[in-house]
């Protein structure tokens, strides 16, 4: 499809960088029940409150982003953080993989616990209760000087206020209180793993898809982390992959794989001839995946011109 006019190019005042991101839709089997669609047929030997079950990944995405890690990763422990009730962190286990996971809720913990212990898999899992930022600089003063990471680090924020009552979710205004930036914690997190694994709504906009994984790569080539690095224009963008996962046409979140993992994820996809422009459209995940699946498509690569953020 033709680009808009003026594609790809900025005003003169200003620098942008430009930023490709592919696009996979990941379609995901229809449930019999909402219990099963979120625990599968163990469902009634799980345990959560209430007010977490808007939380908890479903089973059949939480599988599917495992199956990601299992074959884009190395061998090795995998980090969950912000685990909740614990859905990603048994499937992980479930898969054979040795999982370190946290989060602050004491309750939930307790809860991810005893569910791990319903999937059978509580041997292979560590949780702790405790601040996210706290427990990686603990483990980093002591991992970093021997060069010890995580095969890879998932990554599932709370999605803040904002995300019901915006167009396209903020990333720097996610966490129960909205006061948690997505960057921060993945500045965070680098220091851990070369593979990330950032799970977001669906309003999640496509442009921040890109700004994330270039947030990334400039920590990368800083070689240490800082909180708002200066990026060099010149850089190419390593290309993120951001998977929607589909299910009775209703898309209903994505996992953006960056760094280590994205490139092995790339190169399993078909080799794109086109890239669409998608700078001036301003769309989220769920309008991209639409889009494509008008078109017939999925998997797409698109590519978005943004200014580069501050020093």
Same mark, same amino acid.
């Given at each position: 499809m033709p680009d808009p006019a003026g594609?790809?190019?900025p005003p003169p005042d200003r620098l942008e960088v430009v930023g490709k991101v592919a696009i996979v839709i990941r379609e995901c089997p229809h449930a019999n029940t909402a219990? &099963? =669609?979120? =625990?599968g047929k163990v469902w009634r030997q799980v345990k959560y409150m209430a007010s977490m079950r808007k939380s908890v990944t479903p089973k059949y995405i939480a599988d599917a982003i495992t199956a990601a890690i299992c074959q884009f990763c190395p061998a090795g422990k995998v980090f969950d953080a912000f685990c909740g009730v614990g859905g990603q962190t048994v499937s992980l286990a479930a898969a054979g993989l040795k999982v370190w996971a946290i989060d602050i809720d004491q309750n939930n913990v307790n809860d991810a616990h005893h569910n791990a212990s319903a999937h059978g898999v509580l041997e292979r899992v560590r949780i702790a209760c405790g601040d996210f930022f706290d427990g990686v600089a603990r483990l980093a003063s002591k991992w970093q000087p021997i060069g010890k990471k995580f095969a890879a680090m998932h990554i599932d924020m709370p999605w803040g206020p904002a995300y019901a009552t915006e167009g396209a979710c903020p990333l720097d205004r996610m966490g129960a209180d909205g006061k948690l930036s997505a960057y921060e914690v993945l500045e965070v997190a680098s220091r851990l793993s070369d593979s990330l694994v950032f799970k977001g709504p669906r309003t999640m906009a496509i442009s921040d898809v890109v700004k994330l994984a270039y947030h990334l790569q400039s920590l990368k080539a800083k070689g240490a982390p800082q909180s &708002?690095?200066?990026?060099?224009?010149?850089s190419e963008p390593e290309i993120p992959v951001a998977e929607a996962y589909v299910s009775r046409n209703?898309?209903?979140m994505v996992a953006v794989?960056?760094?280590e993992v994205a490139a092995n994820y790339m190169a399993t996809l078909p080799a794109p001839t086109t890239s669409r422009n998608l700078t001036r459209r301003l769309w989220t995940v769920e309008q991209c995946v639409d889009d494509m /699946? /008008?078109?017939g498509k999925a998997v797409g690569l698109g590519r978005v011109a943004f200014e580069p953020r501050a020093p």
């Open positions: 594609a790809d190019a219990n &099963e =669609w979120l =625990w &708002e690095p200066e990026i060099p224009v010149q209703k898309t209903h794989y960056m760094g /699946r /008008r078109a």
